[in-house]
């Protein structure tokens, strides 16, 4: 009898030994897991605490932003591909769709950017501006990025000068305003009167924007080589590449200071146009003073209305300033928006104007023979030599000089009539729709191949032409621009014969400018006319090409 029990004692009693075993491995196994998770809770709260003492949280902020950033864009890529699976372009619900999740996609990056802030804004900022081939979802969106700029701590332009200057900036000047007057996504702008009695304006840096440039521009390279590698059709990658460069530039304000000092040079023969002297004494590479300039934005039509200043006048200048830039000088202001471009009376001549030029951290150098061939294409405009256009064209690496032509106009390059008559028919619409949507095409094809330093060229002219049209458009802007042209071609040496020869070329170009402008003035009005007596519908669209680049 307890030969048959023993053997299922046996089995028992090991049952129970390894389940007693089995029991005390639990609490161990339990144990060396809690171990591990305290020693992991206590290097990453170690972690935490050593760089909050020595870096005041910057690395663990990077990795937040680092996160951030790759959960966004994770969540914008999965979001394409699963919407967009199994669709195909062309079959009308693809075409429907993507809009949508365009705009999807640009919210969640503003979000993002907004949160981020300091460079992912300036980033956000400069992919808005390449307006001509990001989708208008991301433009319209980022665009509200223009008007954002990061938080400052408290006590942190006086910590700033103090590591920079030695000195806070009560000591440094006479009195210094520490409620900044202007904000951008880099800096502010403070006012400040100097020991000496002058009144200046002093751009403070973001204190921590240097230390965190490197960290969180290799953040943004390597999320959009993610995307790059996982949506092979995605190539917009190289406006990151082109931004590193430019950033880095404005990033330095001595480079600033320099540029505004040669722009001066560059100008001073026109002397409706003043940059700010720079007090190098008190500017570096985070903090920039120069002279205060009293004077309103480009913009302000109320405050150029009560200095009773002409805004053709304006116009005229700032055309010609810009237009000694690009065909002259070729050190082209990368920015000329109402916010850098200032209106004021000459201190020297109350009743004449003068534009002050300001924010000079971004500029495009223009190679002699692109401004001589771009003089050279414009004169030929003019001219109506399309021989000469083409080879022109050509050699700025443009190949449809017509398209060309009419991006740098903004307007037809010929209006070629379908008669005059009393009444625009339906086919007369449907012609005119039809030939302004081949053009817009066109535009949009010649704008993706051009070379980016006429990209360059393309923007500043929109710019400075979005100021003309909010002042009304009181100008001929092509004849302006032909004209600096046609003088950017002038002989170097001055003889009888040259004299003789640039006279008659003069005459002769004035003639062609007028007769074109008298042609284009004579349409336009004519369909006004009868758009006013209810012939036709407003047609003034049809008549100019607007090129947002």
């Not at 089995?11 to 897991?33: E, N």
Request: glycine share 6%.
């Amino acid at each position: 009898m307890f030969q048959h029990i023993r053997p299922v004692l046996n089995i028992t009693t090991r049952r129970c030994f390894h389940s007693s075993r089995a029991l005390k491995s639990v609490p161990r196994k339990r144990s060396l897991a809690r171990s591990l998770a305290y020693g992991l809770t206590g290097s990453i709260a170690g972690t935490v605490l050593y760089d909050g003492v020595a870096n005041g949280f910057e690395n663990v902020a990077g990795a937040q932003r680092f996160l951030r950033s790759f959960a966004i864009g994770l969540s914008i890529s999965v979001d394409y591909a699963w919407s967009l699976k199994g669709l195909q372009e062309g079959d009308g619900v693809y075409e429907a769709l993507l809009p949508e999740i365009h705009l999807r996609s640009a919210k969640k990056l503003l979000a993002g950017c907004l949160a981020n802030g300091g460079l992912y804004i300036k980033i956000g900022q400069g992919v808005a501006a390449v307006n001509h081939i990001i989708p208008k979802e991301y433009v319209e969106t980022l665009r509200q990025l223009e008007d954002r700029c990061l938080t400052r701590q408290p006590g942190e332009v006086r910590a700033l000068f103090v590591q920079d200057f030695g000195a806070p900036p009560e000591e440094l000047f006479a009195s210094f305003q520490y409620e900044p007057i202007a904000a951008a996504s880099l800096a502010q702008v403070f006012r400040a009167v100097t020991q000496s009695g002058e009144q200046v304006a002093v751009k403070v840096q973001y204190a921590d924007l240097r230390r965190r440039f490197d960290g969180d521009l290799r953040t943004i390279l390597f999320l959009q080589r993610l995307v790059a590698f996982v949506h092979k059709n995605y190539n917009f990658g190289w406006i990151v590449e082109d931004l590193q460069g430019t950033l880095r530039e404005e990033l330095d304000f001595v480079h600033e200071a320099k540029n505004a000092e040669r722009c001066a040079r560059d100008l001073a023969r026109l002397d409706f146009v003043y940059v700010p002297k720079v007090l190098w004494t008190h500017t570096n590479e985070r903090i920039l003073t120069t002279e205060f300039i009293d004077g309103c934005k480009v913009s302000d039509r109320n405050a150029i209305a009560a200095m009773q200043l002409d805004l053709a006048e304006i116009d005229r200048q700032l055309f010609t300033a810009f237009g000694q830039q690009i065909f002259s000088t070729g050190f082209v202001h990368a920015d000329p928006h109402p916010g850098n471009v200032f209106v004021r009376k000459d201190p020297a001549n109350p009743r004449r104007m003068q534009l002050v030029l300001l924010d000079h951290g971004l500029y495009e150098q223009l190679a002699p023979a692109v401004r001589e061939n771009l003089a050279r294409f414009w004169e030929a405009i003019v001219l109506r030599d399309h021989a000469a256009m083409q080879r022109f064209s050509q050699a700025l690496n443009v190949p449809d000089y017509r398209t060309f032509a009419e991006i740098l106009l903004q307007r037809p390059l010929e209006l070629k009539g379908r008669g005059f008559s009393t009444r625009l028919t339906e086919q007369d619409l449907a012609y005119m729709t039809r030939q302004a949507k081949d053009h817009f095409d066109r535009i949009m094809g010649t704008l993706r191949a051009m070379p980016r330093n006429l990209i360059l060229v393309i923007r500043n002219l929109n710019t400075i032409r979005s100021i003309a049209l909010d002042h009304g458009d009181p100008i001929d802007r092509p004849r302006i621009m032909a004209r600096c042209a046609l003088a950017a071609l002038g002989p170097a040496r001055r003889t009888v014969r040259n004299f003789l020869w640039v006279t008659f070329r003069k005459l002769r170009f004035e003639f062609l400018l007028w007769r074109q402008s008298f042609h284009y003035w004579m349409v336009s009005n004519y369909l006004k006319l009868l758009t006013r007596v209810g012939r036709a519908p407003d047609t003034s669209h049809l008549m100019n090409i607007n090129v947002a680049v």
